[in-house]
Each structure stands twice: as C-alpha cells, then as structure tokens.
C-alpha cells in the first residue's frame, strides 16, 4: 500500500507532461511569397510594318551631266508600295514617281529634267515605331533631251505616328549613262520628305 500510493500520487505529474509533451509541435513555416507575375509586354503602337501604303512626297533634285552641265530645284510625286515585315527584318517593295523642271543651263533653250520613276526593293530594320531601310532598284529619268534608265541606291527612315500614318525621308543616289541617245551621262541625288497612308 506505501508503495502503491507514491505511484499514484505520482499519475497526475506524469499525465500532465505527457498533455503537454503531445501539445509541443514544431512551428509552421509561413509559405515562401510567390514571385510577382510580370504583366505581358504591351504591344508597341505601330511595330508591324507588315502592309500596303500609298502617300506622297516633296524634296529637291539636284543634277550634274558628263559634259558639265548641272542643276537643282522642287521635286514632288506619289509613291506606292508593300512592306512585310519578318519581325526585326523587313522586306518591302515600291514604285514611285517624280515630277521636277529643274533646269541644267547650258545650251541655248537649256536642257531641263522633268521627272523620275522607279521601281524599288527595300530591306530595314523593325525598331519599333521605327523603321530604317536601304533601297536600290531601276530609275529611269525623263529630260528635254530624251529619256535613259539608270539605276540607283539610297536610305531611308520611316516613322509610324499612328497604325494609319507614316512619315518619313529618303535620300538617293541616282546613275544616268545615255541620256535621250547622246551619249551623255547624267547623275543626281534627290532628298526627300514622305508621308504615306497605311492599309
């Protein structure tokens, strides 16, 4: 019976540590954040160069002959043309036609260029709103003296202002061998301001 009562005196001790043994457990770990989610990119207004456009331009034509004749003036005209665009790279293709009186002097009546048309290839570069090109292709010019195709090569920048319009410039470098038959050659450059229509 002394034996036994230690026992039992001793029951309640080791109930409550077991209670509060069985209560102790190891702290939960707050979950890691998770990682914001970026918002997808907006599409740049504009970026797709893929399409057909038609506009105008206005710019000056200067010229210089084989046999030392030259001159400058207006030139103004219409273009029309086709881009698609591969992401980064663009391809497009374009004519267009310009209209000048710009007179070279020399001989009595002188001797005037009255326009240029060409037929392009285009290749540039998608910035974006951007777009920055080479061009070449065949020109042939119409003077006083008579007509010749040539060739020529230039650059050009177009910027997107909305998905309908573009404004831009070029710059080109135009090689005449025979004009109208003479055997005098011809070269120009025209520098111009573009602006064109977008569908």
Known sequence: MIRIAPLVASLPVLWASQALAGNLTPPVADPAPAAPIAPAPLATAGSDWTGGY?????GQLD???????????????????????FGQFVLGGELDYDATDTDL????????????????????????????????GVARADTSVGSDSGDFYGIGVAYRISDDWTVGGEVLE???????GTGIGADATTVSLRASFNF
């Open 174 to 180: 135009h090689d005449f061998d025979n004009l109208g």
């Open 63 to 85: 010229a210089n002959t084989s046999n030392g004749l030259s001159g400058d003036d207006i030139a103004y005209g219409v273009h029309l043309g086709y881009n698609y665009d």
């Open 54 to 58: 038609v506009g105008g331009q206005i």
């Open 105 to 136: 002097g020399g001989a009595a009546g002188g001797a005037t260029v009255d326009s240029v048309a060409r037929a392009k290839l285009k290749a540039g570069y998608d910035f974006g709103p951007v777009l920055a090109y080479v061009t070449g």
